[in-house]
């Protein structure tokens, strides 16, 4: 499983069961297909008759890939099995129901912390009107706060925009405020915002996104994505390093972490 180990190190003494996907969201459900192990997922449903109502109740276009796995894999042959095939699934997603479960395990447990340099090095953020889009617990929000004039964390998972908001409370921050949309559907005007920072967020519907974070920065300003990955490639860099995007790049270690950024000004 790619990312079940990985994850379940990150959030080691965490609970998660099979009746945690009824907390997913329906984009979340969306990502499903690329992400869940067919058979185990085929296995899991067949169980849970129930959640599969859910999933499609939710997200209606899983129905049909919801059929064809089940179609393919079946249940599972006994219990003991279902039980490895259950848990499996629920790790294999656990960032999705954390964000949902547990926001502030989930803000507590990054596997990085992001330096204000990262963004300060491209251009200063005195004064000015910054998004910070795919906000999650809002870690670039708040430090991008000390030196803004507004900052708009734009995030479509319900519990991170409520943690965000709480937390902004809390630490009596007035100038950070939080609105529901998506990479490639940011609710806020053209010509907007001064500098638009995406983390580890950008790449779910790529070419989408990359026109709508150009649309609501203003001309002269900028749009700088961060990416941090044990990785040794960066699927996203082949394709913003692209000539045609004009987009700038560079990339430094930090212990066992490659932080890639990709910047650009908006003429």
């Not at 502030?104 to 912390?113: E, G, K, L, N, W």
């Amino acid at each position: 499983m790619k990312y079940e180990m990985r994850l379940k190190k990150l959030f080691h003494g965490v609970e998660l069961k099979v009746e945690d996907l009824f907390l997913l969201e329906s984009f979340q459900i969306e990502t499903l297909q690329s992400r869940v192990p067919k058979k185990e997922f085929s296995a899991v449903l067949f169980a849970n008759p129930i959640i599969k109502s859910f999933l499609i109740n939710k997200h209606p276009p899983i129905a049909e890939y919801i059929k064809k796995v089940q179609d393919k894999y079946g249940p599972a042959k006994d219990e003991k099995e279902l039980l490895v095939f259950s848990d499996r699934v629920i790790w294999e997603i656990a960032e999705l129901i954390i964000y949902n479960k547990y926001p502030d395990v989930y803000d507590t447990r990054a596997i990085f912390q992001w330096s204000l340099k990262d963004i300060t090095s491209v251009v200063s953020l005195k004064d000015k009107i910054i998004i910070d889009a795919g906000a999650g617990t809002g870690r670039v929000s708040f430090k991008a706060g000390k030196d803004a004039d507004i900052v708009f964390a734009v995030e479509p998972c319900a519990s991170l925009r409520n943690f965000i908001r709480k937390k902004a409370k809390e630490n009596k921050i007035t100038n950070l405020f939080v609105i529901d949309g998506f990479l490639n559907e940011i609710p806020l005007p053209n010509n907007f915002a001064d500098v638009l920072i995406t983390s580890n967020a950008i790449g779910w519907k790529l070419d989408d996104e990359l026109k709508e974070v150009e649309r609501v920065v203003k001309t002269g300003g900028y749009v700088i994505h961060l990416t941090c990955s044990q990785d040794t490639d960066d699927p996203l860099k082949h394709k913003l390093i692209k000539p045609e995007l004009k987009y700038n790049f560079s990339e430094y270690k930090e212990n066992k972490f490659t932080i890639r950024k990709y910047w650009k000004k908006i003429n």
